[in-house]
């Protein structure tokens, strides 16, 4: 019934307020998940056909059945569940879909204190409204570079600094960034932007440097207006949140850098051979984009996700297509490399945390302990796991929004 609650595993679907719950906490799931989900389990005595699916959550609207493909695969990561295991959402073969999870009805059970529902087509979590909600605009850099940033949720700010692979409107429904965007704006206003080059920026830019990226940091803040602020950075977007905080220590309350490094690989090399070496890993990834090889693009994802599963790299290539041409995916990587802010990260002035998975495919540790020792008032957390982005259902996740949620209330 439409009133009820259901509950399996740690999970809690509540219709009523239209919302999914793990452990008591709200889980941000994009708005046609949730539908397609609350579907299922209320039919979960049958097969739901596919075309029941798609007039039942897109209703009039015409979409393909691709939409029904990537709303199912989202669902079924909000419940910890994968298109291989199908432990609680299973597939029948030109049938259609079915929840086999054990299930109990709990009836209409409000927590205190909660508000209103936001009706359906749209989830929050703690103030956070959704990609249907969430607000984009555009300012421009100082050579015209149009730069899209977004804010979403509530209370006081959280600034991100761009990093690669960001799409302001796609990662809400993207199992590599939607838990992420659920989690770090819990309770918070999280500001947002993608870099040139990428995602709602422009992609066809005059300038694609290191600094060219701290600038377009600098135009966000004062778009965004807020003078003081804790600053996150992550992967290659620490180094660009470095920078920043040492040209503006009146503005960085807190640092926090996650999978962060100081020196790009070309720069770190120490030897003949390093070098080598890293300018052929810069080769083949050179090739693998421009020809979009998809074998190169596999190896690629496994990297940042090294225990996730054939269909989460799929799943990795194919939102990293569309949130950059192949040139500028080769622009990127290139500008890494170069990457050296090993100079000034001692001029950082506020206390930084850092956070970085101690067996990282990606960026090793080394990089991290290296951060610690330039960074003066800095503390150093390893967390267990061996992705570069943490993924929802690791153990790592929840400790890494523990860590950051104490560090910013302190």
Request: glycine fraction near 8%.
């Amino acid at each position: 019934m439409k009133g009820d609650t259901y509950r399996f595993g740690e999970f809690e679907l509540d219709m009523a307020r239209h919302q999914l719950r793990r452990a008591g906490e709200p889980v941000h799931v994009e708005p046609r998940a949730l539908d397609l989900l609350c579907h299922l389990v209320e039919h979960r005595d049958r097969v739901v056909p596919k075309g029941e699916l798609l007039d039942e959550v897109w209703g009039d609207r015409f979409v393909s059945e691709a939409a029904l493909t990537t709303a199912l695969r989202t669902a079924r990561l909000a419940v910890g569940d994968t298109g291989s295991r199908q432990q609680l959402i299973r597939t029948v073969h030109r049938r259609g879909c079915q929840f086999v999870a054990p299930v109990t009805a709990v009836g209409d059970t409000p927590s205190a204190g909660a508000g209103q529902g936001t009706g359906a087509g749209k989830t929050t979590t703690d103030g956070l409204s959704g990609a249907d909600r969430q607000t984009i605009r555009f300012c421009r850099a100082g050579d015209g570079t149009r730069i899209a940033y977004a804010a979403v949720g509530s209370g006081p700010p959280l600034l991100k600094a761009a990093n690669w692979m960001s799409h302001l409107d796609l990662e809400w429904t993207t199992p590599v960034w939607s838990h992420w965007l659920g989690g770090l704006a819990r309770n918070r206003r999280l500001i947002r932007y993608d870099e040139r080059g990428c995602g709602l920026s422009d992609w066809v830019v005059p300038g694609f440097t290191f600094d060219d990226w701290v600038d377009d940091l600098e135009t966000v803040v004062e778009a965004v207006g807020i003078d003081r602020f804790p600053l996150l950075g992550v992967s290659q977007g620490g180094a660009v949140a470095v920078a920043y905080a040492v040209r503006h220590p009146e503005r960085v309350s807190r640092l926090i850098l996650a999978g962060a490094y100081a020196r790009g690989r070309q720069v770190r090399a120490r030897s003949e051979t390093e070098g080598a070496a890293a300018a052929l890993d810069l080769d083949v990834a050179r090739v693998g984009w421009m020809h979009q090889d998809p074998k190169f693009l596999r190896v690629f994802a496994s990297q940042f996700l090294p225990d996730g599963t054939p269909e989460d790299w799929d799943e990795f290539t194919a939102f990293q297509r569309q949130t950059t041409s192949p040139s500028n995916g080769v622009r990127f990587l290139e500008e890494f490399a170069r990457i050296d802010v090993s100079d000034i990260a001692h001029r950082v002035a506020c206390p930084t945390l850092i956070l970085h998975s101690r067996d990282d495919e990606r960026v090793p540790v080394s990089q991290a302990n290296e951060l610690a020792a330039l960074i003066p008032d800095s503390r150093l957390v390893l967390l267990k796991s061996r992705s570069h982005l943490l993924t929802a259902f690791e153990p790592a996740w929840d400790e890494f929004l523990s860590h950051i949620d104490a560090f910013l209330t302190e």
